[in-house]
């Protein structure tokens, strides 16, 4: 079982996404994501996302809020828990990211990146304001075959 948080920064209607291009060994290499990561041990959700916001961009989210969890389920991967953010506040300045490029992205542009495809689900429920939700998703190597 693995736990991880993955956060979507706001700013002007543009969501800040990361371009997975420069780990080894990447499941999502070459994908589009918002910024977050493993928990360390003992971290509660939000110290994860805090630290791996301030890790990936140099970023300190001053308001932010969980959204929704997800469950995913694959066939070659374990299972992951993953709690979903958005924030709306920061302060500092965006630095470079050791695992791909950071980018501002249109809300409205978002859906036409290289996404995972249940990563779409979810983010749509985020730009369409709804309230706090759970999906569990399971996948067949990248093919999402199921959701509920």
Same mark, same amino acid.
């Given at each position: ?19 997975? +291009? /420069?780990? @080894? ?8 994501? $918002?910024?977050?990561? =493993?928990?360390? /041990? ?10 791996? #916001?301030?890790?990936? +961009? $140099?970023? +300190? ?7 929704? #969890? ?7 991967? @374990? &299972? ?5 953010? &958005? ?6 300045? *965006? ?6 490029? *950071? ?16 990563? /779409?689900?979810?983010?749509? =429920?985020?730009?369409?304001?709804? $309230? ?9 190597? @990248?093919? *999402?075959?199921?959701?509920?």
């Amino acid at each position: 079982m693995r736990l991880t948080t993955i956060c979507y920064i706001e700013q002007d209607g543009n969501y800040l996404m990361l371009h997975r +291009t /420069k780990k @080894e060994n990447d499941q999502s290499h070459d994908k589009w994501l $918002g910024v977050g990561g =493993k928990f360390d /041990k003992d971290e509660s959700p939000d110290e994860c996302i805090l630290r791996e #916001v301030k890790e990936e +961009t $140099g970023l +300190t989210l001053t308001s932010y809020q969980l959204r929704g #969890v997800m469950t995913f389920v694959s066939d070659i991967w @374990e &299972t992951e828990y993953m709690f979903i953010y &958005t924030a709306d506040e920061f302060e500092g300045e *965006l630095a470079e990211c050791s695992e791909g490029d *950071l980018q501002w992205i249109k809300k409205t542009e978002v859906m036409n990146l290289k996404l995972w495809e249940g990563d /779409k689900i979810f983010l749509k =429920k985020l730009i369409d304001g709804d $309230g706090f939700f759970t999906v569990k998703m399971e996948y067949e190597g @990248e093919k *999402l075959v199921k959701v509920q």
